[in-house]
């Protein structure tokens, strides 16, 4: 079975330039989370989408991020414009939480490695 | 600000020796997870232990749990050069969602 995908694997781009993170998740999962991890701040929670509404923004850093996922199968973290200090890896996680169940294991992409010149 | 704090932050073993990480949390939980993160890697879910739970195994990782410490261990058996990772412990704050937060990691290097 395939697992999460992301897209692209790596990204170099100069500061300002509009940067698109894509994500497929599990097929039939219905929780995904956008997570930030640097050397400096570990793993960061970013947004996560359950049944494909953004249930916690709260680790959004700031206006220039924002995320989407207009269906099951697909979402977007978009950040504009980008500045270095957001070179980071960014995963994305996907989930299946049955409704009378607490969180469930995270199955995680293999991440963008993003630098920001 | 992490909810999740593992010790050590790094570890050097031969193969063969048993490697034990612990975590350390700081509000209630419903449950604990752990996970691996190899270089280059997403992270990869290991084990989940609930708050009702003293003791979980899976293979060759053993897990504890004491709540009333608010704090886990993960050990593993038996080390393998391939066991060359870094641990993540993962908690949900007692809170009914989705959400986990994740401890800063122990890295490690298993020698051949």
């Known amino acids: 079975d395939a697992g999460v995908i992301q897209s692209p694997r790596h990204e170099v781009t100069e500061m300002g330039q509009e940067v698109t993170l894509r994500c497929k998740p599990i097929?039939?999962?219905?929780?995904l989370f956008w997570y930030r991890q640097t050397m400096m701040r570990g793993l960061e929670l970013l947004i996560y989408f359950n049944n494909n509404v953004p249930i916690d923004d709260s680790g959004m850093p700031e206006d220039r991020f924002s995320a989407k996922m207009p269906n099951a199968s697909f979402s977007t973290l978009k950040i504009q414009p980008s500045e270095p200090r957001d070179s980071a890896v960014y995963f994305c996680?996907?989930?299946?939480?049955?409704?009378?169940?607490?969180?469930?294991?995270?199955?995680f992409g293999d991440g963008t490695r993003l630098s920001i010149l | 600000s992490q909810q999740g704090e593992e010790d050590p932050q790094a570890l050097s073993i031969q193969e063969g020796e048993n490697a034990t990480m612990n975590c350390s949390y700081k509000t209630s939980i419903n449950n604990l997870q752990w996970y691996r993160q190899n270089s280059g890697r997403g992270l990869v879910h290991l084990i989940l232990i609930r708050s009702n739970e003293r003791e979980k195994h899976s293979g060759r990782l053993r897990v504890t749990l004491d709540t009333s410490k608010k704090s886990s261990s993960l050990l593993i058996t038996a080390s393998r050069a391939a066991d060359t990772a870094s641990y993540f412990c993962?908690?949900?704050?007692?809170?009914?969602?989705?959400?986990?937060?994740f401890g800063t990691g122990t890295r490690l290097q298993v020698f051949p």
């Open positions: 996680a996907s989930s299946l939480r049955p409704w009378d169940r607490g969180n469930q294991p995270q199955h």
């Open positions: 097929s039939g999962h219905n929780s």
């Open positions: 993962a908690t949900d704050k007692g809170l009914n969602t989705d959400k986990l937060i």
